[in-house]
């Protein structure tokens, strides 16, 4: 049996794939469990400078399964023992199991490294989620967004909310998710939804040239410019130079920093170490 979630890493590119084509990557209780565990171990591992989160086939992420999502993962002890009893299914034990799924686009949004959605077909729900929480978006133009969650009586994944406020504003956010209108990939281009669309054929070229790049470039920085724009979403302009003033003052004394410097004067490539 194929598993529901391949990650290979490749000269510090970490791709995750969600593999459930026959169901357009719909994502289950054992997908997130493996991809919480892999995005945990991604964060600390230095070999993994960028990562890329896809999907197979024809689909990145059309949600949660609500026909198969209900079923314990396999190893979790403790949703095969409650599985069925009515605790289990209480709102605070739901409501904890949903904050405990909202730490994989956390991870993704706030981990310093950079991450990238590379999307084709549909991104609904958590897939929407899922890809609104990275860094940048590259889209075939064959994407199609969703919320999927009004049409299911339902108000969102927790954090979803809050990425997709900061990519296209709170007026936009609120129709989309009230209207659950779907939306193409020029639409989510010009609303700032994503960063690039490329021909279906292109896309796989256009993320390897990339991810090359990025990963033979000063991650360190990178982290430090993640942290900076995070910071900014919700601090105050005073704390935002603080935290600047320091996080760049530390960004210059890595090799990194010093090597383009060296570079500049020496008239040649600089040659970035990372983290």
């Known amino acids: 049996m194929d598993l529901p979630l391949l990650t290979t890493l490749d000269d510090g590119v970490l791709t995750?794939?969600?593999?459930?084509p026959h169901r357009l990557n719909a994502?289950?209780?054992?997908?997130?469990r493996l991809?919480?565990?892999?995005?945990r171990d991604a964060?600390?591992?230095?070999?993994?400078?960028?990562?890329?989160?896809?999907?197979?086939?024809?689909?990145?992420?059309?949600?949660?399964?609500?026909?198969?999502?209900?079923?314990?993962a396999e190893g979790d002890?403790?949703?095969?023992?409650?599985?069925?009893?009515?605790?289990?299914?209480?709102?605070?034990?739901?409501?904890a199991r949903l904050r405990e799924d909202a730490e994989i686009p956390y991870l993704l949004h706030t981990m310093p490294k950079v991450t990238i959605a590379a999307v084709r077909g549909?991104?609904?729900?958590?897939?929407?989620?899922?890809?609104?929480?990275?860094?940048?978006?590259?889209?075939?133009d064959t994407a199609i967004f969703k919320t999927a969650f009004s049409s299911l009586g339902r108000c969102g994944d927790p954090g979803g909310s809050y990425y997709m406020s900061k990519l296209i504003g709170a007026s936009k956010t609120r129709e989309f998710y009230l209207l659950d209108e779907k939306m193409d990939a020029a639409t989510a281009r010009d609303t700032g939804l994503v960063n690039k669309v490329v021909a279906d054929a292109e896309l796989d070229t256009t993320i390897a040239a990339l991810t090359i790049k990025l990963a033979h470039g000063p991650t360190a920085a990178?982290?430090?410019?993640?942290?900076?724009?995070?910071?900014?979403?919700?601090?105050?302009?005073?704390?935002?130079?603080?935290?600047?003033?320091?996080a760049n003052a530390s960004a210059s004394q890595t090799h990194d920093a010093k090597e383009a410097v060296q570079a500049f004067l020496e008239k040649r490539p600089p040659k970035f170490q990372g983290f």
Request: contains cysteine.
């Open 222 to 246: 990178y982290g430090y410019i993640k942290q900076n724009i995070n910071f900014a979403e919700t601090a105050t302009l005073s704390e935002v130079l603080a935290s600047e003033a320091l």
């Open 16 to 20: 995750i794939t969600l593999n459930r």
């Open 35 to 39: 991809m919480l565990n892999a995005l």
């Open 77 to 95: 002890a403790i949703a095969a023992k409650w599985d069925g009893d009515p605790k289990w299914v209480s709102v605070e034990n739901i409501a």
């Open 122 to 140: 549909p991104a609904a729900g958590s897939g929407l989620c899922l890809a609104a929480a990275c860094d940048l978006r590259i889209v075939s």
């Open 43 to 72: 964060a600390r591992d230095p070999a993994v400078r960028v990562i890329v989160v896809t999907g197979a086939g024809r689909g990145f992420c059309a949600g949660y399964d609500v026909a198969e999502g209900g079923k314990p």
């Open 27 to 32: 994502f289950t209780s054992q997908m997130h």
